[in-house]
């Protein structure tokens, strides 16, 4: 072979590894350029504060067609939903499109939303001509401690209380849940009321984790609980329960136990 042949042979395969190594790095260099915003988690979670209870607020972006959608919980119980104008220097900007309806999303809409974004943290802002909201927010699963409810209040409760005729029947909890806006738990009464609530999970404070109570299967007992909410406290010598406003039961507060089987 000759000596041309061998450096010919030599810069073909420095080539090939050289075309291979760019096809590696290509992705890399892509990434980068995107920067953090493109890699924002997708789901945030929060809670604003209205008449000294926790109302929740969660944010889900979808960045396959760059839209978002903002939910918010009792007592606003609405839905606004935006699509993404600008990204850039920790930002993205939204014009929000359509709103569910509401006193609070139809003061909103038509509107502008930012999420300023700082790793796992944001500040929500939502703003429109008549209205305005900022929020502090967390990336899904990273909310502090504080902010969420205990893990130990999760699972089967029971307390038992007085109807109208003075007659005692049980009541339930299961709870679920740890982050604002987190549903799938559940009151519900024992018979002779025989009616059952789903809950959702609206924040925590001092007082304890509030859920609100979202309409369920009927009857009297359990629709006048409705658009209140069940406020748990784990403490040291009992889990109690308060109903905010009161109805009468659990006044000013009820023991809760777990089943014993």
């Not at 606004?80 to 609070?104: I, K, P, T």
């Not at 502090?144 to 109208?164: E, I």
């Not at 609100?212 to 748990?232: H, I, M, T």
Request: glycine share 10%; charged share 20%; aromatic share 6%.
């Amino acid at each position: 072979m000759s000596k041309y042949d061998c450096r010919h042979r030599h810069r073909h395969r420095h080539r090939r590894r050289s075309l291979a190594w760019l096809a590696l790095l290509v992705p890399l260099f892509a990434q980068a350029q995107a920067g953090p915003d493109a890699a924002a988690p997708a789901a945030w979670v929060g809670a604003d504060t209205l008449d000294g209870r926790p109302s929740s607020v969660r944010l889900t972006l979808q960045p396959a067609n760059d839209t978002a959608q903002i939910v918010f919980g009792e007592p606003r119980n609405c839905r606004l939903d935006a699509r993404l104008s600008h990204r850039g220097d920790g930002q993205l900007q939204y014009d929000l499109v359509a709103a569910s309806g509401g006193r609070w999303c139809n003061r909103l809409y038509p509107g502008r939303v930012q999420l300023q974004v700082q790793g796992n943290q944001a500040t929500l802002q939502v703003r429109s001509d008549v209205a305005a909201a900022s929020t502090a927010m967390w990336a899904s699963g990273e909310l502090p401690d504080a902010a969420s409810a205990p893990g130990a209040l999760r699972g089967r409760w029971l307390t038992q209380v007085q109807t109208a005729a003075m007659q005692p029947v049980m009541l339930q909890l299961d709870l679920a849940g740890r982050e604002p806006g987190d549903a799938g738990g559940t009151a519900s009464y024992a018979s002779p009321r025989n009616c059952r609530v789903p809950l959702r999970l609206e924040g925590s404070t001092a007082d304890g984790a509030w859920y609100s109570v979202r309409p369920g299967n009927g009857g009297s007992a359990c629709d006048r609980l409705v658009g209140r909410w069940l406020v748990v406290q784990a403490g040291d010598a009992a889990t109690t329960l308060r109903i905010r406003p009161a109805i009468g039961e659990c006044t000013p507060s009820c023991v809760l136990e777990r089943p014993s089987r």
